[in-house]
Every structure is written in C-alpha cells, then in structure tokens.
C-alpha cells in the first residue's frame, strides 16, 4: 500500500493535496456509502408515475434525467419540451443536439456528464414552468443533485439558475459569474434554445468562455 494511501493524521489538507498533485495524483474520489445509481433509481422510483402538480394532466412521459451518475459536471436545464416528452429524455430535440455541441466542445461527451431539468414534464405550448409546479418538482432535482454529488453545476437558462441560486436576477446578469449551491460551484449560462433562436457571435463566446470556466473548475477540483 502506498504512502498517499496512509496520509498523516497532523499533515495540513492543503499542504497534503499539494504533495499528492506532486507525485501525480491527479483525482481523488471520497467512497460513498450508497452507490449514485442506486440513490438515483430510489429517487425514480419515490417520484413514480407522478399525479403531483397539473402538469401530468398533458404529459407523455416523466422525464427524470440521463447520463453518468457519478458525473463530475451536471447540466440542469427547465422543463421537457415535446421530442423531450414523446422520447422521456432531457435534451433530444434541437436544443438537445446543441447542448451535445457545447459538451464536445469542452472535450466531454454526453455519457460523461448527468443532465436533469427543474421540471420532470412539459409545460403546455413549451411555457416557463410555474412557481408551484417548480415547488412540487425540485425537491426531486435537489435529491439528483445530493446523489451525484458532481464537483461543478452548469444552469441552463434562468429557471435553473433562479431556483439553484435562490434569486429573482435574471440570466443576462447572473451568467458569467460562479455562484454556489449546497457548497457546489454553479456557473450559469444561456439555454441551448435561446442560442438557436438569438444566435450572434458575441453569444456564442459568453457561452462559450462559460463552459470553459466550468470544464477548468471540475478539472481543478479534488
């Protein structure tokens, strides 16, 4: 067994992460006592065919969330829309295949990371999901969270960031900025849709540098 195996009871956590990074240590994983899946099943299954809110009232599927559960870098959107609905995945449609742009470009893939969204069904005609419904359905999201435990927090769009970061401050003031959730950094940027429907260049680079501040802060992170 190695020394990195066996740190010093007194050593200084700074000065000890320091000397692991030296050696090469490059990742360090704290053991769970539940396996992420198995919490995210759990949570699946508490939310089941779910009556909670009006929503369910014009839903095809329950879209509860997709990909790595133990993902370093989650993507937290607002709400399905219909290819979302019909499919019961988060980010297929247009907007989906962007977001998949936005991942590949910060050198990541789909699997690698975990995308959920505020509301688990669609709003009628694709609208804002409402205070109560968003009431009724993050505690689900915030369960997601706790379970993948992820090092870093991209908000889609403001919903996500609005209710993550406790505010009524729009995305155009809040995105850019690292903000923090349950002790979680949380980096908001534009929604894939607002960049296929307002696309200019300049929106491009915010989000853009947006991403790469995140991908840089999962990769600093112990």
């Known amino acids: 067994m190695s020394e990195a195996d066996h740190p010093p009871q007194a050593a200084d956590l700074a000065e000890w992460i320091s000397y ?46 997709v990909g790595n559960p133990r993902a370093r870098l989650m993507f937290v959107g607002e709400a399905p829309g219909a290819d979302e609905d019909r499919e019961g995945e988060p ?22 990371v975990y995308i959920a969204n505020v509301a688990k ?19 689900f999201l915030f369960e ?23 505010t009524k401050v ?17 980096m908001p940027t534009f929604h894939p849709a607002y960049l296929l429907r307002a696309y200019t260049p300049e929106n491009r680079r915010k989000v853009w540098e947006d991403l790469k501040a995140a991908r840089a802060r999962m990769d600093e992170s112990p």
Not at 170 to 186: D, E, F, K, Q, T
């Open 121 to 139: 069904c669609r709003p009628p005609d694709n609208r804002a999901p409402q205070p109560d419904e968003v009431a009724t359905c993050s505690p």
């Open 91 to 112: 980010f297929v449609g247009r907007a989906g295949k962007k977001l998949d742009e936005m991942i590949a470009a910060i050198g990541l893939e789909r699997k690698n």
């Open 170 to 186: 729009g995305i155009m003031r809040l995105r850019g900025i690292w903000h923090s959730y349950a002790g979680i950094p949380v």
């Open 20 to 65: 692991l990074k030296e050696i090469g240590v490059r990742e360090l994983r704290a053991p769970v006592s539940a396996d992420a899946a198995e919490k995210l099943e759990q949570i699946r299954a508490r939310l089941g065919n779910c009556t909670r809110c009006k929503l369910h009232e014009r839903r095809k599927n329950i879209v509860f969330g």
């Open 144 to 166: 997601q969270i706790a379970a993948i435990r992820p090092a870093v927090i991209v908000t889609l769009g403001s919903p996500a960031a609005k209710l993550l970061l406790e």
